[in-house]
């Protein structure tokens, strides 16, 4: 048993007399053949509920619901009840009205089993009938909303009649029917001005009415119409299978490149008509398994469920519904030498839902494409000034298809025949899979006698042990010329144009620092500064050769203090800088500012 | 009829020390008949009464809670500014969890609170000498203004303006130095803050007046939880359900029905302000509209939609709470803008 | 008192968060403290002399490269001792923080 | 290097006892070490904030009553760190010594 409402109100005069008919309460079936029985809580609240108080006023008829003053409240009993109501005026009395057999405990009022009551006090007496308005006669402020639960047996839920009123004004003639009520489930008769349903109701087909109740008033030769809405919330029931909303039941689910964890390899989707077991519950009762005995499936791939609220239209409004998403992903990342084909089952199962077809089989169909190590060409020809300084980047390797890698660890070294020139170094970016090439000695390349580097690029994969090899020629070139004296090691100190071009700093290749232009705009990316390469820095990336020293582009790889106008990368260095950005390796500072900072005016003032 | 204790018209000032809940639990303490009941209570459930508990635990519980309701600790409540409030805040919800109309009605506010508004003075002149080089008439800018012209308005903005900054931003941290904020700062201040008229179209006010509470920091746009999670998860932190159950009282119960109650339209903005900081943290929807929403949704809500509807419009759709706040516009509209006229 | 008035201590001037020339740009104004003053007491025998080869121009000092004085100072600098971060909202209205922006207290250094 | 001369360092230059100012009568010549030179890495968003104030004219200082410059340093000032005592014999031939008289080292404090 239900209860149509969770709340029910009515309005209460002062010193109306015992027996006077407060409303109606309305319990509808969960299964044919219960009986309601109504119990009235034994407290009566107030705003505050710990000041509860004897229910020595109001009654409820066991079997008809009907609650009615079972003795007059009069003003003395008014003072009574608003002495406990921590100094407010007493509005609102709540009661409690359980069903079923055994009465329910007082203070756990929750729908469907128990409901409301809220009377609202009117310090006065009953006014006349010729006072009252039409609309007082027909429906009350608070509104109305009724709860049906879907597939439970037709019953009556509603009647319109306000009791107190009609009481007081019988000759009033009061009718209430729906407006447009054409093919509605729903019937309200004239007479008993009660509201039934006509059959059950079928969530899936209609989840609201928003009806419209029409109250005629009749005074004599005077009529008048009132209108109120009449929402019927449908309350769903877990009385729909899932099924594919598309029909397909498979996907293929194809692993090459990306071999990393948490790949997501394939989707499929699973629709369910229904909106229980609400969000709260539904990772618990929608289950997944993977149907596999071969414990290696369970180590490499994971199913992840994302269930979302869906809708549909039907009868020409929206119904709720669920769409499940169910995507493999790898749990952990595959050797590049793995290589095989299976079919993978996922039991989803409803466990909500009862009845045979409340699981569902996915398939997933897996192939894990074996990949290779292999250089596209078998040599690589650079060139590096003879002026270039330490941890100039010469230039990028990478095996085949480097930038589709993912969670394969390629690791790149340099062999060389001879050991006199040999100036270069490489460092592995794991993310891009990629070789850098630097500069390791540059004083190697001072030598004149050392005209071209030969090396061999070692690519392995670490896990596997798979290595691919190719040529690398590196000519030098360009003539020698010794620095100024008293240069920085860090093209990043300078902060003017004029002696950043005239020194070299570590990273340089060229050998002379190169200045870059801000665009003057407040705090922005594209600050003035001084750079030893305009390619790599600053660029917000401090890569694997920068990170090697802070010298090389403090601008990328500063975590220091950045003092001035400036935007703080997401992990490290000068994201967006004011003016001139210029940095203090040594003491991890930079400073951005603008650079009409002419020397500061301490002289004119201080002296 | 009992004197209303309510805002502002309270002649006599009931003093602090004597109302409050920590006076009266040493009070009932003291008392065998009313320590034993009450010292059982405190194991029940400390604030939640939806805790899965044995029956016949809940039943103790429910009888020790009966006994009590002639104490001292019935009746107490809290005050915004006391010292330990918290402390307060447990023992008000001691007493009053076992007894709530389901999950949706927190029966009454624990807090009460002697509102005692002095008329807002401040110096136009010393304003107006900022204002007077711009000629934008942005009123959340000149009430943000305001709060910098005054030493501890100042103070307890740039407290939480510094850990809700976007280079530092601490989610937590932030929304506890916004609920020192709306505690301390003088309501005049907050309320000009908060509640500050902006020109139809005038985004940039608009953006400013949405912005001013951190949002991006103090509640992370992620995907909107459903707001009945977001309200259960607020019944589980004490302070978040008294400020929820203040905010229910003065700003949604209306008594009766479709009134709201002039008289509590400053304190129902108190309670709006009372959740800045919670989880539950109302905010305008955007920055071209004075309408204020709590950021949840009702996805995924099955059967309780009409309950999530009910707590998303109790922000949303709620007739006193749009009222209360248009007022307090219309004030700062007069109030701020006598200074344009004059300069 | 006057003398007091003269002697370092802090400062307050409300100015506008774009007039700080960090670049942020705001409508909002913040409270910049600042010090000033002189710190005249703690002078030793180094500066009563330095003081007298500068006056009497027995000191010549060499230019910088880059043009602008030089700075010596003949007595304690009047400088902050502590200072504090300032907040505000930008004209996206992001809350930003300034660290080390505004002086908190000032003393006589050096 | 280059650069290094224009940041805060000991100078030395040699002076006659006489020329300190000091009232002591000496033919000796001495050591006289001062601090000088600029400390741009020491400088905080403070510094850059009230050299911008102090350039754009945003920041107008009130005359001291007794006339003279009013005393704002928009970085740390270049001061002794450390003193040492200077001896000599003076036109009696009586050594003498004074006390810190001369820098040891030097820092940008502030």
Known sequence: LYFSRDTYSEKLYVDEPAGTPLLYVHALQDTRGEVPHFHLGQHLYSTYRSQSHKNDWFQINEDTGLL??????????????????????????????????????????????????????????????????????????????FRIKENKPPGTFHQFRLLPVQHLCPNISISYQFHRDEDLPFHSDKDTMEVSMKHSLDREQKEKYELIAKCTVRDGLREEDVMAPFPVTVYDEDDSPPSFPT????????????????????????????????????????????????????EFFRVEHYPNETSYTSNGSRVRAMMHVYKLVLNRSLPITESRSFQLEVLVNDTDFQGPRGALLLYFNVSILPVSIRFPNNTYYFSVNRNAHRYAQIGKVCIENCKEFHGVNVTYRLQSPSTNCTALGIITTPESTT?????????????????????????????????????????????????????????????????????????????????????????????????????????????????????????????????????????????????????????????????????PLCDEVCR | LLPLLQAGDLST??????????????????????????LYLETCFPFMASAPQKPEKQENCREAAQQLKNSSLSNCRCYWRMKNQDACLAIYWTIHSTLGFGDYDLGGSPYKEIVISKPWKFNHLHLDKFESGSQSHDLCLKSITLCTLNDKCSKLRLAYGEV???????????????????????????????????????????????????????????????????????????????????????????????????????????????????????????????????????????????ECKHIEESFSRNPCLTKAIETQMEFHRQLLSKSFSTA | GRRRAQECHLHTELVKVHELGLGHDSDELIRFQYCSGACP?????????????????????????????????????????????????????TWRTVDSLSAAACGCLG
């Open chain 1, 247 to 298: 029909g397909i039941n498979t996907a293929s689910a194809i692993v090459e490149y990306k071999r990393k964890e948490g790949t997501v390899l394939a989707v499929l989707q699973v629709f369910d008509a229904d909106v229980v077991p609400s969000s709260g519950e539904i990772q618990r009762k929608y289950t997944h398994t993977m149907l596999t005995s071969d414990p290696w499936v369970t």
């Open chain 1, 68 to 145: 009615y003053l079972n003795q007059s409240l009069d003003q003395r009993a008014l003072e009574k009840l608003s002495a406990r109501n921590g100094g407010f005026p007493l509005r609102t009395i709540y009661l409690q009205v359980f069903l079923s057999p055994k009465p329910f405990q007082e203070h756990e009022c929750h729908w469907p089993s128990c409901a409301k009551v809220m009377l609202f006090i009117i310090n006065a007496t009953m006014p006349a009938c010729s006072s009252l308005k039409p609309r007082e006669f027909c429906f009350l402020e608070t509104g109305l909303s």
């Open chain 1, 435 to 599: 070789g850098t090439l630097f500069v390791n000695d540059s004083s190697v390349l001072q030598r004149s006698e050392c005209t071209e580097m030969q090396y061999t690029v070692v690519a392995s994969d670490r896990q596997s042990k798979k290595q691919a090899k190719t040529l690398l020629i590196i000519s030098i070139e360009g003539n020698y010329f010794p620095e100024e004296e008293g240069c920085p090691i860090s093209c990043a100190v300078n902060k003017k144009r004029l002696e950043c071009e005239e020194c070299g700093g570590l990273g340089s290749l060229m050998g002379t620092c190169q200045w870059t232009f801000g665009d003057g705009k407040g705090i922005s990316k594209n600050f003035s500064t001084c750079t030893p390469s305009l390619k790599t820095c600053p660029d917000g990336n401090c890569d694997a050769v920068e990170s090697r020293d802070l010298h090389i582009c403090p601008q990328d790889c500063i975590r220091g203090e950045i003092i001035g106008g400036h935007e703080r990368g997401e992990w490290k260095g000068i994201k967006a800088g004011y003016g001139v950005c210029n940095c203090f390796p040594e003491e991890k500072k930079c400073f951005c500012e603008p650079d009409d900072d002419k020397e």
């Open chain 3, 41 to 93: 007491k703690v002078r030793s025998n180094h500066d009563i002399s330095l003081a007298h080869l500068l006056r009497s121009g027995r000191l010549r000092l060499p230019a910088p490269p880059g043009g602008g004085s030089v700075r010596v100072l003949s007595h304690p600098c009047c400088r902050p001792t502590a200072y504090k971060a300032v907040s505000f909202m930008d004209v996206s209205n």
């Open chain 2, 13 to 38: 000032m009931d003093s602090m020390a004597t109302g409050n809940c920590i006076h009266a639990r040493k009070l009932c303490l003291a008392d065998p008949t009313c320590s034993t009941p009450f």
């Open chain 2, 164 to 306: 809700c900054s976007v280079a530092r931003c601490q989610p937590q941290k932030c929304q506890e130095e916004l609920r020192v904020f709306f505690e301390q700062v003088a309501d005049h201040y907050a309320n000009a803050l908060l509640f500050c008229p902006c020109d139809n179209g005038d985004d940039v006010c608009g953006a400013r007046r949405q912005n001013t509470i951190a949002p991006s920091c103090a509640s992370p746009m992620g995907d909107l939880p459903n707001c009945l999670i977001l309200w259960n998860t607020c019944l589980q932190d004490f302070l978040c359900r008294s400020r929820l159950a203040d905010f229910q009282m003065y700003c949604y119960h209306m008594d009766p029905p479709g009134t709201c109650v002039e008289r509590h339209s400053g304190r129902c903005l108190k309670a709006y302000m009372g959740l800045i900081g919670t989880v539950m943290t109302p905010n305008y929807i955007s920055n071209v509209s004075a309408e204020v929403a709590v950021s949840c949704s009702c996805q995924g809500s099955g059967n309780q939609l009409e």
